[in-house]
């Protein structure tokens, strides 16, 4: 476990090279990934989305595709599609931008939502379908997917059903003064990507999804989990709580968190530190909550402050 545990921290130093700053967010990007999940990134643009993603494919040896969605996005465009030859049958598949192991989906919400359905199909099942013929993508697979929650003209925004695929939904956030200083240093002769070197592999990120698969969780953080889950079902102030795969996504996050602070086991803390990432995008809200300013990120901290965290000894 130490040698995959080391590749983890290398491959976010890596990315920290050209995405600085940023190292929680990238630390949770990596987790969500050892976790077998997918990403939903939410910010305004020009913040690095795209270039976080690149240095995650290079760090790691991914083949990565990016595709920029606009409303003339075709479901073929995501999954693929087969070529007919004169007679009128099908012969050869043409692949579409999901067969890869790392995409980026740019701007989801430009296009859609028959596109949209396409990639969160394969999202969920890791396979695709074109002309009744079920294909695998590579492994490992993970999606990032950036939204711009400003502007909505033209936009096409995700049903609460289809958010609630994403693992977890991130913001990146404007640079610190210091950060962003370094930024316009970096990018004065060079393309800081160039730095970025490949510290590890696809069969390395595949052990080390199996390695978190095999972090121990306590009944204890169990309980502390679904009691967790079931405050977000109750409030008064919360109109759609966590689903049950909400509850999954939590505890996969926690077993990645350990893994990447060293350990083959979880504590209450994990939960606590990655608890909003993924609970929030998966919450509605009820008027009363709008109209009193009570913001999701309010109600998940009461939460977490209501329900006492397990003493593991």
């Known amino acids: 476990m130490e040698k995959h545990y080391n590749k983890a921290i290398q491959i976010i130093d890596e990315v920290n090279k050209v995405v600085i700053g940023k190292r929680i967010i990238i630390s949770k990007v990596l987790t969500a990934i050892l976790a077998k999940g997918h990403i939903l990134l939410e ?23 990016r595709l920029q969605f606009t409303p003339d996005v075709l479901p073929t465009d995501v999954v693929g599609f087969h070529l007919l030859s004169r007679e009128g049958e099908s012969n050869q598949y043409k692949p579409g931008a999901s067969m890869c192991n790392l995409f980026l989906a740019d701007e989801i919400n430009r296009t859609s939502s028959k596109t949209q359905s396409a990639l969160l199909e394969v999202m969920e099942e890791g396979k695709v379908t074109v002309d009744s013929v079920t294909m695998d993508v590579p492994k490992p697979f993970v999606v990032i997917a950036t939204q711009n929650p400003i502007g909505s003209v033209g936009t096409q ?4 059903s289809q958010l609630d695929r994403f693992m977890v939904r991130l913001t990146m956030g404007y640079p610190d003064l210091k950060s962003e200083i370094n930024i316009l240093k970096q990018r004065q002769n060079s393309n800081p990507l160039d730095q970025v070197e490949t510290v590890a592999c696809r069969e390395d990120i595949l052990i080390m999804q199996n390695l978190v698969e095999d972090v121990f969780v306590h009944d204890s953080i169990y309980e502390y989990i679904t009691l967790l889950i079931e405050q977000t079902r109750v409030n008064p102030l919360i109109a759609l709580g966590v689903s049950p795969r909400g509850s999954l996504a939590v505890m996969n996050m926690v077993k990645a968190t350990a893994f990447l602070s060293g350990r083959n086991y979880v504590i209450p803390a994990d939960v606590q530190y990655i608890f ?24 998940l901290e009461d939460i977490l402050r209501i329900v006492k965290p397990p003493r593991i000894i």
């Open 43 to 65: 910010d305004n643009p020009g913040v690095g989305k795209t270039t976080l993603a690149l240095a995650f494919s290079k760090a790691m040896e991914l083949e990565y595709h």
């Open 157 to 160: 925004m995700l049903p609460e």
């Open 276 to 299: 909003k990432d993924v609970a929030a995008h998966r919450i509605i809200l009820k008027p009363k909550a709008r109209v009193n300013n009570v913001t999701v990120d309010n109600l």
